[in-house]
């Protein structure tokens, strides 16, 4: 297996964003210095800027380790803030640490990591792999035999099976879903798949090497 794009590494940290201004501070100048110290190409504008109005910032960077990360979105929300970057979990968490950080030591905003709730991840991965996705259910192959035997006309069309979807049921908490599926308008020759998971980009790619391992072995 091997990636190829992270298309988003998303990481949810839910909690009261407002008792990180507990003093009423004015919003202004810290948005302001947020927007340039990640330079982010859109921000909020002055009219939106406070309560409870989502606060979104769009297409900044991050230095981490020598390089600069997109910050492709970052929004607050009542409660909780949530990131993406292109490049990992783990880039997008380092960001949400920076940011806080420099909230904290230089306007003095009030923020105790004992107060997040919890935090919850989402990663969206371009991958080429081995798997032979049609061979993974007998049954669904002889359901797609049956849809390829009744095209109609001179051209037949083959059915595949393209991939699969696993949710939690709705009626427990909410749902989450794993995916896994042949990139779309990729041909299948070029072995190129989409993988959605509820999980950290390092978590998904372990489980995606478990999941080639298991189709393949």
């Known amino acids: 297996m091997k990636l190829l794009t992270v298309n988003f590494a998303r ?3 839910l909690f009261n964003t407002g ?4 003093h009423g501070l004015a919003l202004n100048p810290i948005l302001e210095n947020i927007q340039r110290r990640y330079r982010f190409m859109v921000f909020p504008k002055p009219e939106v800027r406070s309560p409870p109005e989502d606060l ?27 990131a993406e970057t292109r490049h990992s979990s783990a880039a997008t968490d380092k960001f949400l640490e920076d940011l806080l950080g420099f909230a904290v030591s230089d306007y003095h905003l009030a923020f105790d990591p004992q ?31 049956l849809l390829s035997e009744q095209t109609d006309g001179d051209v037949k069309h083959e059915f595949h099976n393209t991939g699969f979807r696993l949710s939690t049921d709705p009626a427990l908490q909410i749902a989450v879903m794993f995916i896994f599926e042949r990139q779309a ?18 978590r998904h790619l372990q489980l995606l090497d478990s999941l080639e391992s298991i189709v393949t072995g």
């Open 185 to 202: 308008g990729v041909p299948f020759d070029q072995r190129r798949y989409f993988s959605q998971a509820p999980f950290t980009t390092e």
């Open 11 to 13: 990481s949810v940290w």
């Open 56 to 82: 979104e910032f769009k297409n900044g960077t991050f230095a981490l380790n020598g390089q600069h990360i997109e910050i492709s979105k970052f929004t607050v929300y009542g409660d909780g803030l949530v």
């Open 115 to 145: 107060a997040i709730k919890r935090k919850a991840y989402v990663s969206e991965l371009i991958i080429s792999t081995d798997v032979r996705i049609h061979e993974l259910t007998e049954k669904i192959a002889k359901f797609s035999k």
């Open 19 to 22: 008792d990180l201004n507990p």
